[in-house]
């Protein structure tokens, strides 16, 4: 079992393609206009980032971001960004990332900051290298950041 949880946690390939099903019920809802942080193989939206581009050094501004950033040790830059573009006029960020709330960038970030914060049941079925592999081995969530009518609204 602790050889299973060390993979997991380890994994070589941090890059989880978002479900489409799952993505298409977010982009009803947000009209997404960028993927920051995805290949050409993968992209969801007409305007997106490739690792070779990298999305943490470009402007998102006006922009309607959907974010699903590799889950390695990167993840606390892209949840930063997030946070920092949200702050920007016509901006909003939506991410997919693990449900990790102990961790530095939750506290930082998102607990206090983020408008939204969606904990999702179960846990989600990726595709890419992961598609046909069950469930994802740990739990999701979605989060929200945006600006509220001139001003940036945070719970502190």
């Known amino acids: 079992m602790e050889n ?15 479900p ?10 947000f009209h997404f ?11 969801l939206c007409e305007k997106f980032y490739t690792p070779e581009e990298d999305g943490l050094i470009q402007d998102w501004e006006g922009e309607i971001v959907y974010c699903n950033p590799p889950y390695g040790r990167e993840i606390g830059k892209w949840v930063k960004k997030c946070y920092e573009e949200s702050k920007k006029e016509n901006t909003v960020v939506v991410m997919l990332i693990p449900a990790r709330t102990d961790t530095k960038y939750f506290h930082e970030y998102i607990y206090y900051k983020a408008r939204e914060i969606r904990f999702l049941k179960g846990r989600l079925k990726f595709g ?23 001003s940036y609204e945070t719970k502190e």
């Open 33 to 43: 206009t960028l993927d920051p942080c995805c290949t050409v193989e993968n992209a």
């Open 20 to 29: 489409k099903d799952f993505f298409n019920k977010l982009n009803e809802e």
């Open 128 to 150: 890419g290298e992961q598609k046909g592999s069950g469930s994802a081995p740990f739990p999701s969530m979605v989060v929200v950041f945006k600006k509220k009518r001139g």
């Open 4 to 18: 299973n949880l060390k993979v997991c946690l380890s994994s070589k390939k941090m890059d989880w393609t978002t």
